[in-house]
């Protein structure tokens, strides 16, 4: 067979490392093109720090670092001199302490240490400005030329070339596939793939073939001391982050680095850019802004006061790819057949990304989960230039910054709204925002019912200043209340699919694991698969007529999933009916006495039952009611057209009175499905998950012909982790996610989500753990400065039965 010709734009450091992980895959007809010299091109990579620290509360971005540090050390193109990371304050302090939790969820090697230990690893740091620090021994320093030329040369050796001064200025393509590149000079170069990997020009690349690459070239402030008379140049002093004042430094020799984001963010004009860098070393460098350095300067002087004997020697503003959520931009156009994007990648992940990628575009997914850095993760609003570069800018300014892990942009807002949203702001909501999506997360109208909830025995535990940051007690009255009466819901959010056509009962038996193709009227929960049996969603698919789906999905990702797989004849069509429709949750025992009045049809779980889908009128409007329950309770989601969303409300609303119903947020909703044992899919599992291994086995129907992934599980060995459900000892207690879990006393296993439960008066969490583990067995969370024992617990923890669900 002939292999496929690929052309990748950009020699850096992530068009080497890609070439490298090709070639070594065995495509060996690999061309590489660069703008500028090889391997000091002018971009990024040529003036990057080289900071490597492996430790970030997402596993995919950890894991990628993982490797680049492992791939660039067998390269001596690393020095592995260690991490730094210090405290002046006492937020900051918890914060390493949150840090130290992910690098042993992820398996970091990490210590906690105290000023003066800080002071040893470091001896210019002032050991009595700091608490304490964050010491990772495998972190360092990333050569990154010496990595892209050894990777490069790697490449070279397996067939592929490299072209200098070959600036790519047009894609071309036939057909809706690539068909190469032309150069500035004219030439052409046919390829099969096409990569971006230009860095901050892939944007304007992107452009020029219809494709949004949601990034923005920034400027970040670099200078370098002369001669320190107290730095000994043989020192191998660790990388230092004194993240209080943004600040991080490097030793070059007997001087010092100092990188800097406490500035004004500079979103960077490439239009502009040759003016703009012009007498500057190289296009992704301008000129040092030293008066915004003066704050930077005094206070490393502070932290480290031997700097005083120095002084700034150069200096240069350098550009750097920042996006929306800090995550790279990865994947293949949608619309254009072998054009793949490989963008907004540092340093620190640049090699965890190449293999990836590499995988993915020969051997068709990924070797790791990456819906995190996809490129299709965004909603349309989202890719708006307003959005990306509002957002890529206040990525700028947080990149140092203490996140909570409930935190919610604060800006845009309001880009979409549901129905409901002016009732929901008149019962005093406070709004989370995803997707876009104004959120309720607790209703304020529903204070009234804490001293009657806890006259009736509710308690409300006492919560540490970091829980209780984007949450209210509220939410526990809210959650007990669904159970004991009635809430109101809004599912606006959730993604909808309308697939239909000839073909469509086909397709999704073809795509999804479970049997979709009753007759109209059932509802069915399924999972979508990639090749490798990893989960990619969890669908609820409701068959509304023979050729007709209401698919409920989880995001973009799926829509480009089934886009991509779409037959070519026509016989399936897909339409995202999301922003058209809208949703309510109807939940408790009683909904039914509460919606039954308005409805000409028999409610009753005989004539309606369970995963059942009914299309029908409540009063004047017409819905479609699905008979499902995402936190485990009698009810319905009822959608309807966008039109008739206010009066939908209304109309419930006042039916509802007699039965006291509420509106109830986010957190709510959260509790109650933990307490059920449902699964959130990019929180409790991912593609790196086998449904068996997240309990969800029983949505897999083996006895298909076929699906996506039926081929991977059936070959599959037992799982070695599972996700268990574990309740905390401590009534107080509470974890967020991604703390880590002890098993006889060492780290085993990490959480992914949690929330308190109303019902059994503890916090719930799932966590993966070894599958030996056993009901019963305590496991140990380390929460902040914390550590909390508790129990694993059969599933569900509420309701084992299903007989509230099925009243």
């Given at each position: 067979?002939?292999?496929?010709?690929?052309?990748?734009?950009?020699?850096?450091?992530?068009?080497?490392?890609l070439a490298d992980e090709i070639t070594a895959l065995g495509w060996t007809d690999v061309t590489v093109a660069d703008r500028g010299p090889l391997?000091?091109?002018?971009?990024s990579t040529s003036h990057a720090p080289g900071l490597v620290f492996q430790t970030n509360g997402s596993k995919t971005m950890a894991e990628l670092a993982r490797y680049t540090v492992e791939k660039f050390g067998a390269l001596d193109a690393f020095d592995a001199v260690g991490g730094l990371e210090v405290a002046t304050t006492p937020e900051r302090w918890v914060e390493l302490h949150r840090r130290h939790g992910w690098a042993k969820a992820w398996g970091i090697e990490s210590r906690l240490l105290d000023a003066q230990a800080c002071a040893e690893l470091h001896p210019l740091v002032d050991p009595d400005l700091i608490i304490g620090g964050f010491h990772t021994p495998t972190d360092g320093l990333a050569l990154a030329v010496r990595a892209a030329e050894a990777q490069a040369r790697r490449a070279v050796e397996r067939g592929a070339r490299f072209l200098a001064y070959c600036e790519v200025v047009e894609i071309l393509e036939s057909d809706g596939r690539v068909t190469g590149v032309r150069t500035a000079d004219g030439q052409?170069?046919?390829?099969?793939?096409?990569?971006?990997?230009?860095?901050?020009?892939?944007?304007?690349?992107?452009?020029?073939?219809?494709?949004?690459?949601?990034?923005?070239?920034m400027a970040h402030q670099f200078a370098k001391t002369g001669a320190v008379p107290a730095l000994d140049s043989a020192a191998r002093l660790p990388i230092l982050r004194h993240q209080d004042a943004d600040l991080y430094y490097r030793t070059y020799g007997d001087r010092i680095g100092i990188g800097y984001y406490g500035h004004t963010p500079r979103p960077v004009d490439i239009g502009t850019l040759t003016e703009d860098s012009a007498g500057e070393p190289m296009p992704s460098m301008l000129p040092f802004t030293t008066a915004e350095f003066e704050p930077a300067w005094a206070e490393s002087v502070r932290l480290l006061p031997a700097l005083a004997d120095t002084k700034v020697d150069e200096a240069f503003d350098g550009i750097f790819s920042f996006t929306p959520d800090g995550f790279p931009i990865l994947g293949e156009h949608r619309d254009l057949a072998g054009c793949w994007v490989a963008e907004a990648v540092w340093v620190t992940h640049s090699a965890g990304v190449a293999r990836a990628v590499a995988h993915w575009i020969v051997e068709g997914t990924p070797d790791i989960d990456l819906h995190e850095c996809d490129l299709y993760r965004f909603e349309d609003a989202a890719r708006s230039p307003e959005f990306i570069r509002r957002t890529s800018v206040q990525a700028f300014v947080e990149v140092y910054d203490i996140l909570h892990p409930h935190q919610y942009r604060s800006a845009p807002r309001n880009v979409r709204t549901s129905p409901f949203f002016d009732r929901h702001r008149e019962l005093g909501a406070f709004f989370f925002e995803g997707g876009c999506w104004e959120r309720p997360a607790?209703?304020?109208?529903?204070?009234?019912?804490?001293?009657?909830?806890?006259a009736d025995g509710l308690e409300f535990p006492r919560r540490d200043d970091w829980s209780s940051r984007f949450y209210s007690p509220l939410s526990i009255a809210e959650a007990r209340w669904t159970r004991t009466h009635v809430a109101l819901y809004d599912m606006t959010p959730l993604t909808r699919y309308e697939v239909s056509g000839r073909g469509a009962a086909d397709f999704l038996q073809r795509m999804t694991t479970n049997d979709v193709g009753r007759k109209p009227g059932a509802v069915t929960y399924t999972l979508l698969l990639d090749d490798n049996g990893g989960i990619r969603s969890d669908l609820t698919v409701a068959r509304l007529s023979e050729h007709h789906f209401q698919v409920g999905a989880n995001g973009p990702l799926d829509f480009d999933w089934f886009a991509r797989h779409l037959p070519g004849d026509g016989s399936v069509i897909l339409r995202d009916i999301t922003g058209g429709t809208c949703c309510l949750g109807v939940w408790g025992p009683d909904a039914r006495a509460m919606?039954?009045?308005?409805?000409?049809?028999?409610?009753?779980?005989?004539?309606?039952?369970?995963?059942?889908?009914?299309?029908?009128?409540?009063?004047?409007?017409?819905?479609?009611?699905?008979?499902?329950?995402?936190?485990?309770?009698?009810?319905?989601?009822?959608?309807?057209?966008?039109?008739h969303g206010a009066a939908l409300w209304d109309l419930l609303w006042e039916a509802g009175r007699a039965h006291r119903v509420i509106a109830a947020g986010r957190i709510a909703f959260n509790s109650l499905r933990l307490e059920k044992g449902y699964r959130s899919w990019g929180a409790d599992m991912t593609a790196e998950h086998t449904p068996e291994a997240a309990g969800l086995g029983f949505a897999v129907r083996m006895s298909k012909q076929s699906f996506t992934g039926k081929q991977a599980l059936e070959s599959a060995a037992p799982p070695g982790k599972t996700l268990r459900t574990v309740v905390l000892d401590d009534p107080h207690a509470v974890v967020l996610g991604k703390e880590p879990v002890s098993v006889r006393g060492a780290v085993a296993g990490y959480v992914t989500s949690a929330g308190y439960s109303a019902t059994i008066g503890r916090c719930l969490a799932y966590a993966w753990l070894p599958s030996d583990v056993q009901p019963g067995d305590e496991v140990e969370i380390d929460y902040l400065t914390q550590r909390f024992t508790a129990r694993v617990h059969t599933e569900p923890v509420v309701d084992p039965d299903m007989t509230l669900i099925r009243r």
């Open positions: 067979m002939t292999q496929p010709r690929v052309v990748i734009i950009g020699a850096g450091i992530v068009g080497t490392a391997f000091r091109t002018g971009g052409e170069l046919p390829a099969d793939i096409v990569v971006c990997a230009a860095g901050f020009w892939g944007a304007e690349l992107g452009r020029k073939v219809g494709l949004t690459v949601p990034l923005v070239p607790w209703f304020e109208a529903n204070r009234a019912l804490l001293p009657e909830l806890a919606v039954q009045p308005l409805c000409p049809d028999d409610l009753s779980h005989r004539a309606f039952g369970y995963f059942k889908a009914l299309r029908t009128y409540l009063g004047s409007i017409p819905v479609t009611m699905l008979r499902v329950s995402y936190v485990g309770e009698l009810g319905w989601e009822i959608y309807t057209g966008a039109e």
